[in-house]
């Protein structure tokens, strides 16, 4: 599907923020609500033992679903892909730290009926045939464990109908959790997240339709429960329902007084200070925030050290959320997949100056990423696409990337003020850590100059514009553009 810019932010965002709202919860999972106004960080530990910035299984079994869905974009609801998914869940479960008991269950039973078939591993029928055992053994199945994972499935299906999307997000649901709660808060969810990317819209209501009447009056009952709570009411937020009021209930209490980024970043908080299954119902949030507010969004400090299973991080994490939109597979020659990006038909890109107000801090083009090395550089803010191996003389968590295209057009900018002054905030983050940093866009005219600017505020006490006529007497070629200009002048 052809998305337009703030459409392909909004679909890199997706995963990238369900992992930093499941990272964030890592570590407060099981425990008592939190006082508002309690600070919450990617602390990790917790009863499980992730470090900081680790997701867990909610995100690792969405990055299952979502790799099976990517590598068959023209069949998302065949048995093969489904197949996939639960073997990948499988091999998954075997080195977790954390399994969901049903999930355990079923991966168990299944595993047992592919055995006493005669076959090696287990398949989509068999997973689904276990589910349903299980659920007519205990009389119930509504566990949160298929809606933490759920929101891939709302990518891959941005180009088709709301209903075939609800349809399938209970049949993917019920390859664990098939009662009828657990399939339709899925399907509820995934098509909120379809609406998010195409329109920027946090609607939980959009997919009440698509259901029959009477379980759409249970479920709006339920939502508006939700919206006069608090994430802390729901006590027993291991039941899917329950999961889904506590998430929506973190995003719509904290709506009114926070918005786009900060908007994001409260309602995880919110989440989290909720209590009880913190990582689950932060991802559940995460992934719907993350489809209406995007990549552009999230924090650098939260991107900044995210991983997890099967060793991914952030980029990848965003990579995946945006070939899934697109549906067009992995594209491994392209953007951000590409092992280098190619600037030669951009002209001279090796402008590479000092700060005026830290020497600390190199300013440069696209070109000067090849001197990192050489001039003992700890850290780079990029302001431009790079390559997975542009530079490789930094760690992933010492590479802050920032998405600024240089238009005065606002409609190819998401937050931009946001944007550029999270990426000032890296560089005196990095300065903070004693790192020497190189800041660089493609030929340092525009961006650059303009980060630059925002960060000699800060260290130096001045007005940014004052910043920018010192940062112009170095950097020769500096001329931001005028939507930027505007930029530095909002306090």
């Not at 459409?7 to 425990?31: C, H, I, M, P, S």
């Not at 989290?272 to 969004?297: C, F, Q």
């Not at 090796?350 to 090849?370: E, K, M, R, T």
Request: with cysteine; proline share 5%; net charge negative.
């Amino acid at each position: 599907m052809k998305l337009k810019p703030l459409q392909n932010d909004r679909a890199a965002g997706v995963l990238v923020t369900l992992a930093a709202g499941d990272a964030l919860g890592a570590g407060y999972e099981f425990g008592a609500p939190l006082p508002d106004g309690t600070p919450v960080s990617m602390k990790g530990d917790g009863p499980f033992g992730f470090a900081p910035a680790e997701w867990t299984d909610d995100t690792s079994m969405a990055i299952a679903l979502a790799e099976a869905l990517v590598d068959s974009p023209s069949e998302p609801a065949s048995r093969s892909v489904l197949t996939a998914v639960v073997r990948a869940w499988a091999g998954w479960a075997a080195e977790a730290k954390d399994v969901g008991a049903q999930t355990s269950s079923v991966i168990a039973a299944a595993r047992r009926l592919a055995a006493a078939a005669g076959r090696n591993e287990a398949d989509a029928g068999d997973f689904t045939a276990a589910a349903a055992e299980f659920h007519a053994r205990t009389g119930r199945s509504a566990g949160n464990g298929s809606l933490m994972r759920t929101a891939p499935l709302a990518l891959a299906y941005l180009d088709r109908s709301p209903a075939e999307l609800m349809a399938q997000a209970g049949v993917v649901s019920s390859l664990t959790h098939t009662d009828i709660d657990a399939q339709e808060a899925c399907g509820l969810w995934c098509v909120a997240i379809r609406q998010a990317v195409l329109t920027g819209e946090l609607d939980v209501r959009a997919g009440l339709a698509l259901l029959p009447a009477g379980r759409a009056a249970i479920w709006l009952e339920r939502i508006e429960a939700a919206e006069r709570s608090r994430p802390r009411d729901f006590a027993r937020n291991g039941w899917v329902v329950e999961a889904f009021q506590g998430a929506w209930s973190a995003i719509h209490h904290t709506s009114d007084s926070a918005t786009s980024p900060a908007h994001l970043r409260a309602a995880l908080e919110e989440a989290v200070r909720g209590g009880r299954d913190t990582d689950t119902v932060a991802a559940i949030a995460g992934g719907l925030l993350g489809a209406a507010y995007g990549y552009s969004a999230v924090p650098f400090e939260w991107r900044r050290h995210l991983h997890g299973w099967p060793g991914l991080q952030a980029r990848d994490l965003m990579a995946l959320g945006m070939e899934l939109g697109r549906g067009e597979g992995r594209r491994l020659e392209s953007w951000p997949r590409a092992v280098t990006q190619d600037y030669s038909m951009w002209g001279r890109t090796d402008a590479l100056v000092q700060h005026p107000h830290d020497d600390g801090v190199w300013l440069g083009g696209v070109a000067s990423v090849a001197r990192v090395a050489e001039l003992g550089i700890d850290a780079v803010v990029s302001l431009c696409r790079l390559g997975i191996d542009d530079v490789p003389a930094v760690g992933a968590a010492d590479h802050a990337t920032f998405w600024v295209v240089d238009s005065f057009d606002t409609g190819d900018n998401a937050h931009p003020d946001f944007v550029l002054r999270e990426a000032a905030a890296a560089v005196e983050r990095y300065r903070a850590e004693g790192k020497t940093v190189l800041l660089h866009c493609v030929r340092a005219e525009s961006r650059t100059p303009t980060v630059a600017a925002l960060y000699g505020a800060r260290v130096a006490g001045v007005t940014p514009r004052r910043a920018l006529e010192e940062v112009r007497r170095v950097l020769l070629g500096a001329r931001p553009n005028p939507l930027f200009l505007k930029l530095l002048d909002r306090p």
